[in-house]
């Protein structure tokens, strides 16, 4: 036992209940039902200002001039600041390339830029002294697509750019291009007796998070600032603070508040800046809340793209090369949009296997609204085209679609375009199986004796058919996610534990920096706490900047990443208790120094049940406590010419079986089921697996269905941000998800366990598109599918 | 202006309140109680719900004005709601009909106070303690939200198909969970109450 041996393996027994692999609750489900759990936007402070944000109401515009003498003269205003009031020369921040200023210098590229800052004592009075601030804007020419974003004489959204792509990408509107070549697509292309192509364009997805950015500042006595806030990474955003504010990193406190989900939308900084920037000025706590409208504004989508696609197979139904090329729109700022094209590209084949390939993805600088991480980054856009392509296939050779996915599926040993071998298990063909092997449900459920039940057809309770013009239609596609980090990232996290006796039993705490944003880590890790320390009695402590970073709470990687920490942290513990034993009692028994010794129940047993010593005695008054970095094997960066690299560290599948309902008359879908199977590796809790895959599902449902912001082309301005003209799926839109989960354990990883927060944002989308086009017969390349593209009208 | 109504149960008294602020507003920021959630404040995602004389309404959409002399119930006095609802022959015993709850019952009980740093002390409402049980509950920004309306559907219905929770549930949104364990979690609370209701 200890810390070697197969990872796998649970070097603990299973005896402590409430350990991995049971659905145990969440600690926080208590709070969160009675309302008393602190979201970042409930916090309160005596005598406490409310900070707002002026945005620009131009996409590409210097501004000519600012004038705050009358915002600063209302009555309640306690300061009102503009770039000229930041404190020190840095001025910018950003995840990737330090791109993005904190507020408008001279200029704004994007509609919703923060120009100016106000604090006063009632929001009301805040919000209404930043419209009495004065802008004139010129406008100048907007970038909103490829063609104006790459022709020779365009406006370049960065001038002098000197970020590390710069040098290397063949525009500067460009923010980086990943190539991947491998193998002879032209010449593989000649054997092939089918050739589909497509054009395929994916609508700008928000993460509608349901909890607004917002957070709490505090100024401190020594300077510094304590921050409560709701991100996804603590420490990047304290990389990112600090040196606007000119402290210290110790001088900037961050806790962690309660997130109301994230979903890669708080992977960049929003209010962080601005709320710390007020409260130094003004010397009072500083409270901002963005409301919805703002947080259209205030927070990064998905990219929007264009891809097209030439895949090749023989008449037998094997795929002979693949050629792609991704246009992802970066918007005004590089936010994630490297790692993003990293992704995109390295996944663009899918979950098959492709000899001859020749890739490229690039992300554009425009004056659309900023893009970065949303659950799937990357991978999303990818399957959503690969999949249509391979019903296309399917189609020309009158094959099963579900058949030829399985005839080209990947499996372990499969190399990958970029030359990486898939060296844990990849159950694609069995999931596609079992998707396939679920019993239909029903045809017209709707029907009923006394007439049709109108809640069960497309258009619901507004009545527009009684099953009139009503079709079915049965899809189905599969996807593959990278977990974690990707490209050579120091993925690592930090994890402090910490034994001890508290009124008579053992009590573990564990303490991270991991964000905790509604997926459950922090049931996760009070589970292998008990798992590996044989404790009934775990505290989670709070999440702040006391204890090294977690790493990013995005990527499917904290149950992974966070919670392989938090096991090795703890195996550490485990040695030190167990030499504190055998230091105290080694020589009462034989066994101690002989036999192969657990924590269970609270005891130190022998593997054979014997009781050795009680915790309480071992530890008496004494703490075990070990903070301890721990990564995951290290990949590397890809070739920037042909792509090639060992850039993942593991990859996640899932596959959908949609069934729609579409109303051809109308143009309404009705998903009446989207089911799913999944290989997770191990479920450590199985309740928050499916939980995940459920939720990661609809999200998909709503890209397929209603999901976008509408970005006018003309002016680059956003049309609907607000929720009720941006659509997520209601109780009423979603389907029945019935899940099937599969356990392979990848070798590699904590437990074996795979990251599964995105995979199923994948493959949903393209299962619902395929069902519809089943239904309909249309082509259907663009998401959302609206009416119109239905109707023809 | 100074705004009088009922909060869980307890006469409350808000000063200095500005006309345009929303009864949302003024449960959060000026009665400490920040459970209403301010996901979208236009009436568009069901997390601010609370009832208002019994009714389930968006407190964004509700000017504090309009609460004057009136009976709140929020997600921190459900549970109370619930019990004495369940005590005084309520609806947790599923024989009283569409009426909801009457102005009068609703003002005969008053919310027990609670450790708000722990939430124990406090017993739970059959479906607040279901969609913890369910896995309803991920985020929890929709949760208080959904809890209110939930409520106040299974006290008009106790026995609800899937499409009576989805109709009824169809005005609060969820990012998180895909709707799935929060019609678990209604099912399985609805179910508790009628073994309850049985047992009695």
């Known amino acids: 036992m200890g810390t070697t041996g197969t990872p796998t393996k649970i070097t603990q027994g299973s005896q402590t209940k409430g350990g991995i692999g049971e659905s145990t609750l969440r600690p926080d489900g208590t709070l969160k039902v009675t309302g008393e759990f602190a979201y970042s936007s409930d916090m309160w402070h005596e005598d406490m200002l409310w900070g707002q944000i002026l945005r620009s109401t131009v996409a590409h515009a210097e501004i000519v001039s600012l004038d705050t003498a009358e915002a600063l003269a209302t009555s309640g205003v306690y300061a009102v600041l503009t770039y000229d009031d930041l404190p020190t020369d840095v001025k910018n921040y950003g995840l990737e390339l330090q791109d993005t200023p904190v507020l408008a210098h001279g200029k704004v590229r994007h509609h919703g830029e923060p120009v100016a800052l106000v604090a006063a004592d009632h929001p009301e009075t805040a919000r209404r002294a930043a419209a009495k601030i004065k802008v004139e804007y010129r406008d100048l020419p907007v970038v909103t697509d490829e063609a104006s974003a790459l022709a020779p004489d365009a406006v370049l959204v960065h001038e002098g750019r000197d970020d590390e792509y710069a040098r290397i990408v063949p525009h500067q509107n460009i923010v980086h291009r990943q190539p991947i070549v491998r193998g002879d697509a032209a010449a593989a292309a000649a054997r092939a007796d089918v050739i589909v192509t497509g054009e395929y364009t994916f609508g700008m997805q928000d993460q509608a998070f349901l909890g607004p950015e917002s957070g709490l500042a505090v100024p401190a006595e020594d300077g510094g600032v304590d921050l409560y806030i709701a991100t996804q990474w603590l420490h990047k955003d304290l990389d990112q603070i600090a040196p606007v504010l000119?402290?210290?990193?110790?001088?900037?406190?961050?806790?962690?508040?309660?997130?109301?989900?994230?979903?890669?939308?708080?992977?960049?900084?929003?209010?962080?800046?601005?709320?710390?920037?007020?409260?130094?000025?003004?010397?009072?706590?500083?409270?901002?809340?963005?409301?919805?409208?703002?947080?259209?504004f205030g927070h990064v989508h998905r990219h929007p793209a264009k891809l097209f696609y030439e895949h090749g197979a023989t008449k037998d139904g094997k795929l002979t090369h693949m050629k792609c090329r991704i246009v992802l729109d970066g918007g005004a700022y590089a936010s994630a949009s490297p790692a993003v094209v990293g992704n995109a590209s390295s996944l663009s084949v899918g979950p098959y296997v492709v000899d001859d390939v020749d890739i490229e993805a690039i992300a554009l600088y425009t004056n659309n609204p900023p893009c970065g991480a949303m659950r799937g980054f990357g991978a999303v856009q990818a399957c959503f085209a690969y999949e249509a392509q391979m019903d296309k296939l399917a189609a020309k050779l009158g094959m099963d679609p579900v058949e030829f996915r399985q005839l080209n599926a990947m499996e372990q040993g499969t190399l990958l375009p970029t030359g990486q071998v898939v060296d844990s298990p990849a159950p694609v063909a069995e999931i596609l199986r079992r998707v396939k092997a679920r019993p239909l449900p029903p045809e017209r459920q709707w029907e009923s004796s006394e007439g049709a039940d109108v809640r069960q057809l497309p258009g619901g309770l507004s009545n527009t058919t009684h099953g009139e013009g009503v079709v079915r239609g049965v899809g189905y596609a599969v996807g593959i996610k990278n977990v974690g980090f990707s490209e050579g990232f120091d993925d690592y996290s930090t994890a402090r534990v910490r034994m001890e006796v508290v009124a008579g039993e053992p009590v573990v705490t564990v303490h991270t920096a991991m964000a905790e944003v509604g997926q459950g880590g922090v049931t996760v890790h009070a589970q292998i706490a008990r798992t590996e320390l044989g404790v009934t009695q775990v505290t989670i402590h709070p999440a702040d900047t006391r204890v090294g970073s977690a790493g990013s709470t995005s990527a499917s990687r904290q149950t992974y990443v966070t919670g392989g920490a938090v096991k090795n942290s703890c195996e550490a513990v485990r040695e030190k208790v167990l030499e504190l034993g055998r230091r105290k009692f080694g020589s009462y028994h034989p066994a101690w120094a002989t036999a192969e010794l657990l924590l269970e129940g609270g005891k130190v047993v022998t593997d054979g049940g014997e009781v050795l010593a009680d915790l309480v005695d071992v530890l008496q008054d004494e703490a075990v406590d070990i903070e301890l970095e721990w990564r995951h094997r290290p990949t590397e960066a890809f070739d920037l010419v042909t792509g090639q690299g060992n850039g993942h560290v593991q990859y996640s599948f899932a596959a959908h079986r949609a069934v729609v309902e579409v109303d051809t008359e109308l143009g309404l879908v009705k998903v009446i089921e989207l089911a799913c199977a999944q290989d997770v590796g191990k479920a450590l809790n199985p309740l928050s697996v499916v939980g995940q895959i459920q939720g990661g599902t609809t999200q998909g449902l709503g890209i397929a269905v209603m999901e976008e912001i509408v970005v006018d082309p003309r002016t680059a301005k956003v049309k609907n941000p607000s929720f009720t003209d941006y659509l997520i799926p209601t109780i009423l839109d979603t389907p029945t998800i019935p899940v099937d989960v599969l356990e392979l354990a990848d070798d590699h990883a904590p437990y074996g366990l795979r990251g599964i927060g995105e995979a199923p944002t994948l493959s949903s989308t393209p299962a619902v598109l395929a069902a519809i086009r089943n239904a309909t017969g249309l082509e259907l390349n663009k998401t959302p599918v609206r009416p119109e593209h239905l109707t023809g009208t | 202006m100074r705004v009088n109504f009922t909060v869980n149960g307890r006469p409350q008294e808000a000063d200095d309140v500005w006309e345009g602020e929303s009864l949302l507003y003024v449960l959060r920021e000026r009665l400490g109680l920040p459970g209403s959630k301010n996901a979208c404040e236009q009436g568009e995602c069901g997390s601010c719900t609370v009832r208002l004389d019994g009714v389930p309404v968006c407190s964004c959409l509700v000017a504090a004005g309009q609460a004057e002399g009136r009976e709140v119930v929020t997600v921190e006095g459900l549970a109370d709601f619930a019990k004495q609802r369940a005590e005084h022959g309520g609806c947790a015993t599923g024989a009283c009909g569409t009426e909801g709850t009457s102005l009068q019952d609703a003002r005969r009980w008053s919310a027990r106070p609670q450790d708000s740093q722990t939430g124990e002390g406090g017993e739970l409402a059959p479906v607040q303690q279901a969609f913890i049980d369910a896995g309803a509950v991920q985020c929890g920004f929709c949760t208080p939200g959904l809890l209110v309306a939930a409520d106040e559907m299974l006290e008009r219905n106790p026995s609800p198909t899937d499409a009576d929770i989805r109709e009824a549930l169809s005005g609060n949104l969820c990012r998180c969970t895909g709707y799935e364990k929060i019609l678990d979690a209604v099912r399985l609370a609805a179910a508790r109450q009628a073994e309850l209701a049985e047992g009695v």
């Open chain 1, 246 to 296: 000119g402290l210290p990193k110790d001088k900037v406190r961050m806790t962690l508040s309660g997130v109301g989900g994230a979903f890669g939308g708080r992977e960049d900084i929003s209010m962080q800046i601005h709320a710390c920037l007020l409260a130094l000025r003004t010397g009072k706590p500083v409270k901002m809340v963005y409301n919805r409208f703002e947080s259209f």
